[in-house]
């Protein structure tokens, strides 16, 4: 038994994170690939990797995924500084390469001299489709503006295809439940975002993100878009990126009178505070949203005009008039602020009340003992404390949302 426990022990040596194992680089020049301040590293390592994200068999693993700013281009080594065959013979470490085979595209460099003689061609690289929006960012760092393009495009454009098989790899490393679409559908919309910057004089463009949007059908002659994927890559995350690209794509589809609304697959929590953000700033240039109609509640005007102008269904403009409401509301005045909170409370309590008519109804067909243990779990005490939480959440949120636009 002591035995096997020192084996354990030495073989655990040759576990490695996977999250910290990958190194992850945007290459604008040569200098870039030894320069570890342009490193970063991936959240998410599971969807290859399994659920503890760790690779068995190496010491001082590497995995370095270098990509060209604007292409693309990869470069793909795996580095360690010894393998666990070196000192066990009964032991085969997990095959690292070929799990990273699985996800990037054929075409890939395994030698840094070809990926850096690559470099001199991002001259030639112009962004996909055509330009939708274009926008300024200051940087600190730079001590200068910053120009951004967003660009809309289509599977059809030229090298676009092979592009996005490249792009869409960093979904894996920064989206939980991430997943490859099937292009070939002509459904799919895709809008990305560029930096424009100048090398010894010529301009050049890097990739900052992107969004992927799927126009499904709604019957009789509208399509409701709805956003799939969004991803800023983490060099740029946290300087309004996000919040300039899905405003573009809300402008984009507000023009199209078949559009019905706009939504999002699966929405996570970061994408709702920063719908939350947009559709605000957009619903703030509506007339039914002024500071005098907010004071007389939501209405059907609000719906109507939200939907009909910029493609927000009736649910987030509901969301966008409790938000503006509080910004309209001094909540220091008790009975202002009970107004606001029993408004929100009343939106929140729809699921407790549909549960009381789930209730009603069992009450008929269940036996006493199985009525008690549903009673139990729907007990009114816990429900009120449920949606006190609840409320307090969304405020929460909703002030968040108007800090970020009061900087705006």
């Not at 001094?330 to 009970?338: F, I, N």
């Amino acid at each position: 038994m002591a035995a096997m426990n020192d084996m354990e022990k030495k073989l655990a040596e040759y576990k490695c994170d996977t999250n910290e194992a990958i190194c992850l680089k945007l290459v604008r020049f040569p200098e870039d690939v030894d320069d570890e301040s342009t490193t970063f590293h991936p959240e998410y390592s599971h969807q290859l990797f399994g659920d503890d994200e760790v690779a068995f068999g190496y010491k001082g693993l590497q995995i370095q995924l270098y990509y060209s700013a604007g292409n693309l281009n990869t470069l793909f080594k795996v580095k360690y500084s010894s393998r666990v065959t070196e000192k066990f013979d009964c032991v085969e470490p997990d095959d690292v390469e070929g799990k990273i085979r699985e996800i990037i595209p054929a075409g890939f460099c395994c030698n840094t001299d070809d990926f850096i003689s690559l470099l001199e061609k991002e001259a030639n690289f112009k962004p996909f489709g055509s330009l939708q929006h274009t926008y300024k960012v200051h940087n600190v760092e730079a001590g200068e503006d910053l120009t951004y393009h967003i660009h809309k495009v289509d599977i059809s454009c030229p090298g676009f295809r092979e592009y996005h098989e490249r792009l869409q790899t960093f979904l894996m490393w920064f989206i939980e439940t991430a997943s490859f679409i099937d292009v070939d559908d002509d459904r799919w919309d895709f809008f990305l975002v560029f930096e424009k910057y100048n090398k010894d004089g010529e301009t050049l463009y890097a990739t900052v993100g992107y969004m992927t949007v799927y126009n499904y059908y709604v019957y009789p002659d509208k399509t409701r878009p709805r956003v799939s994927q969004m991803l800023i890559l983490p060099p740029f995350q946290g300087e309004g990126h996000g919040a300039q690209l899905l405003e573009t794509v809300h402008r984009y589809y507000c023009t199209s009178a078949k559009v019905q609304d706009i939504t999002a697959e699966d929405p996570s929590e970061n994408y709702v505070k920063l719908r939350d953000f947009v559709l605000v700033k957009l619903c703030l240039t509506l007339p039914s949203f002024s500071n005098e109609k907010l004071s007389q509640g939501f209405s059907e005007e609000m719906a109507s005009e939200a939907r009909e102008k910029l493609k927000i269904n009736k649910k987030h403009a509901r969301r966008v008039y409790e938000i503006l409401r509080l910004r309209n509301t001094d909540m220091s005045d008790e009975e202002k602020a009970r107004e606001f909170r029993l408004e929100v409370k009343k939106r929140l309590y729809g699921p407790y009340r549909k549960n009381q008519r789930e209730l009603s109804k069992m009450q008929k067909c269940l036996r006493p003992e199985e009525l008690a243990s549903h009673i139990s779990q729907m007990d009114t005490r816990l429900q009120h404390e449920e949606l006190e939480k609840s409320y307090q959440d969304v405020l929460a949120d909703y002030r968040r949302v108007l800090e970020r636009l009061a900087q705006a």
